[in-house]
């Protein structure tokens, strides 16, 4: 058996994990048990309908990143009954979102695809036990996370107000919302984990829990069919190698975005000389993110053949040609690695929800084909099948013997706050801990005009950006969530501050 180290979401789901390693599970057997936790027991955040990828190394193998990615609905419709149901909604969160739900936003879920692949590829754990600890928190009712009381603020009347049943698991009586930490119990979602649990994935995609989910979309105008159910797979890919400070790193390969964008912000930055952030090297990060994210927003987010956009970009990173341009949702993630080597990254997203839980079911349905910001072809965004755009980039890191494993939430700070972070461990050299603390920047591309986002503490090189500096350390700028073993130093793991997060270690 082998000792374990974990960064998660939260605390409790940090102990999922742990009660799945005492039981003698690997790395990517506690990752799995974390993530459940955290899709389950965040409500607004994630949901287990969504999407999820998947990146494990082994010591000894080939690094693998699973795909279960949400996919474009809508098998067998005619066209006409295409792009219907979904309602569009503004919130004040953030800067501003306006987004669509209902059940014309939802396209088809892989997340529980791609958990069931990870285990049964790699996985020691029997599949009941990896739900056992969800099972048995959705059903005794779990505490609301602050980050969830925060985003339910904003979107549990709007979007989460159109579920009875959701809704009364959120609110009093009189309609106001639960307070942090109170108990939540989501009518009938333990029931439904307990039939996957028993039954596998098939029962979600073949099943007649599919059946439900799909129907109720349908009579709500919505595309997802049980056709699109029964023929979703989670797919293995190679993932893309990134190579900084003597480290390969696996992260997610298109047709998903955020590990091509990922590779190429640590591209253009892998010849730092001066091994610190001073007004030099920041000026260089800042140049690489500007360059980076707009290639993304002009380039690959509406590509007709992304692989060789993305080949393109990070051509032009390795060779230093991005950088002469310029003269500028929601996720929950979960990090492991073990004593043998093996190190497995978790990211998972629902988007801002559809609000949609068909009856009797318990789950949340996302949004993400209505999450317009990042689906820029709208409802219709065929071919039927093809996954949706991701940032997510869950990452697994080798050297000599030594595994990372790390990721982030964030939305578009994903890509940027890991870029940040992997400088800081594996180039600057800095202690875990330090390097997720150290203060970020982030080039907000959101808006009419690029505007440069940061943390206190930094000495800000001058640039043409204007300027918005944040007061702390905030849950803008990501939430790193690592965890690493070295043959010298052993196991260690972090959580970010800026968010919720928990971690543990188990030794035997």
């Given at each position: 058996?082998?000792?374990?180290?974990?960064?998660?979401?939260?605390?409790?789901?940090?102990?999922?994990?742990?009660?799945?390693?005492?039981?003698?599970?690997?790395?990517?057997?506690?990752?799995?048990?974390?993530?459940?936790f955290t899709m389950n027991t965040e409500p607004g955040v994630c949901a287990l309908a969504g999407s999820a990828f998947i990146t494990v190394w082994t010591e000894n193998g080939e690094p693998c990143t699973i795909d279960g990615n949400v996919a474009v609905p809508g098998a067998g419709l005619p066209q006409e009954a295409r792009g219907h149901g979904a309602?569009?909604?503004?919130?004040?969160?953030?800067?501003?979102?306006?987004?669509?739900?209902?059940?014309?936003?939802?396209?088809?879920?892989?997340?529980?695809?791609?958990?069931?692949?990870?285990?049964?590829?790699?996985?020691?754990?029997?599949?009941?036990?990896?739900?056992?600890?969800?099972i048995r928190a959705t059903r005794e009712g779990f505490p609301l996370p602050a980050a969830c009381h925060y985003y339910l603020g904003y979107s549990g009347d709007c979007i989460f107000g159109r579920s009875a049943d959701g809704y009364r698991a959120l609110h009093h009586e009189d309609g106001s919302l639960r307070d942090v930490g109170s108990a939540v119990v989501i009518p009938h979602l333990a029931d439904s984990l307990e039939s996957i649990a028993q039954e596998g994935a098939r029962?979600?995609?073949?099943?007649?829990?599919?059946?439900?989910?799909?129907?109720?979309?349908?009579?709500?105008?919505?595309?997802?069919?049980?056709?699109?159910?029964?023929?979703?797979?989670?797919?293995?890919?190679?993932?893309?190698?990134?190579?900084?400070?003597?480290?390969?790193?696996?992260?997610?390969?298109?047709?998903?975005?955020?590990?091509?964008?990922?590779?190429?912000?640590?591209?253009s930055c892998s010849d730092i000389r001066d091994r610190?952030?001073?007004?030099?090297?920041?000026?260089?990060?800042?140049?690489?993110?500007?360059?980076?994210?707009?290639?993304?927003?002009?380039?690959?987010?509406?590509?007709?053949?992304?692989?060789?956009?993305?080949?393109?970009?990070?051509?032009l990173a390795r060779s230093?040609?991005?950088?002469?341009?310029?003269?500028?949702?929601?996720?929950?993630?979960?990090?492991?690695?073990?004593?043998?080597?093996?190190?497995?990254?978790?990211?998972?997203?629902?988007?801002?929800?559809?609000?949609?839980?068909?009856?009797?079911?318990?789950?949340?349905l996302n949004n993400c084909l209505g999450e317009i910001e990042l689906n820029r072809r709208g409802l219709d965004a065929g071919p039927i099948g093809a996954r949706l755009p991701s940032n997510m980039a869950p990452s697994v890191a080798r050297r000599d013997g030594s595994v990372l494993a790390v990721g982030s939430p964030g939305a578009d700070r994903i890509t940027t706050a890991m870029q940040q972070f992997l400088i800081?461990?594996?180039?600057?050299?800095?202690?875990?801990?330090?390097?997720?603390?150290?203060?970020?920047?982030?080039?907000?591309?959101?808006?009419?005009?690029?505007?440069?986002?940061?943390?206190?503490?930094?000495?800000?090189?001058?640039?043409?950006?204007?300027?918005?500096?944040?007061?702390?350390?905030?849950?803008?700028?990501?939430?790193i969530g690592a965890a690493v073993f070295s043959p010298s130093d052993g196991l260690a793991t972090a959580a970010d501050p800026r968010r919720e997060g928990g971690t543990c270690l188990y030794e035997h």
């Open positions: 058996m082998s000792d374990v180290a974990v960064a998660t979401s939260s605390q409790l789901a940090a102990d999922a994990a742990r009660e799945i390693a005492a039981g003698g599970g690997n790395a990517v057997d506690c990752a799995l048990a974390a993530a459940l309602v569009p909604i503004s919130m004040d969160y953030g800067a501003g979102i306006k987004t669509l739900v209902g059940p014309g936003s939802v396209s088809v879920p892989g997340s529980l695809a791609a958990l069931e692949c990870a285990w049964k590829k790699y996985g020691n754990a029997s599949w009941k036990d990896l739900f056992a600890p969800t029962l979600f995609y073949e099943g007649e829990l599919g059946a439900t989910l799909s129907d109720h979309c349908r009579d709500g105008g919505g595309m997802l069919t049980r056709e699109d159910l029964a023929s979703y797979h989670a797919i293995e890919r190679d993932p893309l190698i990134a190579e900084i400070g003597g480290w390969s790193i696996a992260t997610n390969p298109p047709p998903a975005i955020g590990g091509a964008v990922l590779s190429a912000l640590l591209l610190e952030w001073n007004r030099n090297s920041l000026l260089q990060l800042i140049d690489s993110q500007r360059a980076c994210l707009d290639f993304r927003a002009h380039t690959l987010d509406l590509a007709d053949d992304l692989d060789a956009e993305v080949a393109r970009l990070l051509s230093g040609q991005l950088l002469t341009r310029w003269t500028s949702a929601s996720t929950v993630h979960t990090s492991v690695v073990d004593s043998n080597g093996t190190g497995c990254a978790i990211t998972a997203s629902s988007g801002y929800g559809s609000g949609e839980m068909p009856a009797g079911t318990g789950l949340w800081n461990y594996l180039l600057f050299e800095m202690q875990l801990d330090d390097a997720i603390a150290h203060p970020r920047v982030h080039v907000d591309t959101s808006g009419k005009s690029m505007r440069l986002m940061s943390e206190p503490g930094l000495d800000l090189p001058d640039t043409d950006l204007p300027a918005v500096e944040f007061p702390h350390l905030g849950m803008y700028f990501g939430g």
